[in-house]
């Protein structure tokens, strides 16, 4: 065994490290808490699948891992290369969105998925996944001085049981909106790695509760969740959100609206060209009407529209779909 796990070794023993050799888990999501939690088990370890659809933004920097020539370039390639000369784990960067037309390939053959996702409709998908696949989950959110971690083990209580109300569209505060403390993060990301190795190591205890942070008073809490006896999903059965039959997803995320469609034959560099574009051969970026766009190379579209609408209509009038 490499001297690198040495400190960790004399805490979790040789057969917990082992453990953690044969571990593969996807972390969904790589910005604050994705770049932190990865860096935590990929450092302990940990093979990792790291997936985002978003690039580096300069707003990015005072809480995560990446540095200012990142900006402009794929998250899950800047983060693949800084924590490639950290640790010696595989790492499976996924520049992806993780939507029903995706999950299938997304999730293959992992043992656990750390939820470090910016998007309400993208967990309730999560959940349905980890539901009908028995694939435990880690959920951690956090805004300003705040923050909630859960661990869902796929069986028991899930998260629709926690948040039964998929919440309205632009109901919900975002980190854009609100703002997030870099030490919230880390302080999130770290109890979702204390759980995430805890439970692939077989040590200690993982807590089911949903922990509760406040650390601007200074307070930890937990709070027992109990399974809903007429949850949609873990009690029914229902799995609405993956085997919707829409061709396009139109979600609310932290930078606006995200549009994607299940096939789409984009020209690139034609588009990029018509609209004066900053192209390059994953992505352009133009301003339309009024909104800033991002368009990829798989047709997905990232605008700061007002609304689901007026992201779905912006999108069919540049694409065409």
Known sequence: MTDIYDRQIKVFGERAQKRLGNSLVLVLGCGALGNLVANNLTRAGVDLRIVDRDLVESSNLHRTLFRLEDEGRSKVEALDEILSKGSISDIEPVFEDFNRFTWKTITKDVDLIVDCLDSMSSRYLLNEVSVKQEIPFIHGSAIRGEGRI????????????????????????????????????????????????????DFGVVNRDLVVVDLKEGRFKTIGVRRKED???????????????????VEETCEGYNVVPKNAS?????????????????????????????LFENGRMQVNADNAKEARSIYSKIVGL
Request: proline fraction near 3%; aromatic fraction near 12%; include cysteine.
């Open 150 to 201: 859960k661990f869902f083990d796929g069986k028991n209580e899930c998260f629709m049981c926690l948040y039964p109300r998929v919440p309205e569209p632009g109901s919900l505060e975002t980190c854009r909106g609100s703002g997030v403390l870099n030490y919230t993060t880390s302080v999130v990301s770290s109890i979702q790695s204390s759980m995430a190795l805890n439970y692939l190591a």
């Open 231 to 249: 949850c949609d999903v873990c009690q029914k059965q229902k799995f609405e959100i993956m085997e919707g039959k829409e061709d396009i997803i």
């Open 266 to 294: 984009v020209d690139l560099k034609k588009i990029s060209s018509t609209y004066n574009g900053n192209y390059n051969e994953l992505f352009t970026s133009f301003a339309f009407s009024g909104r800033d766009i991002i």
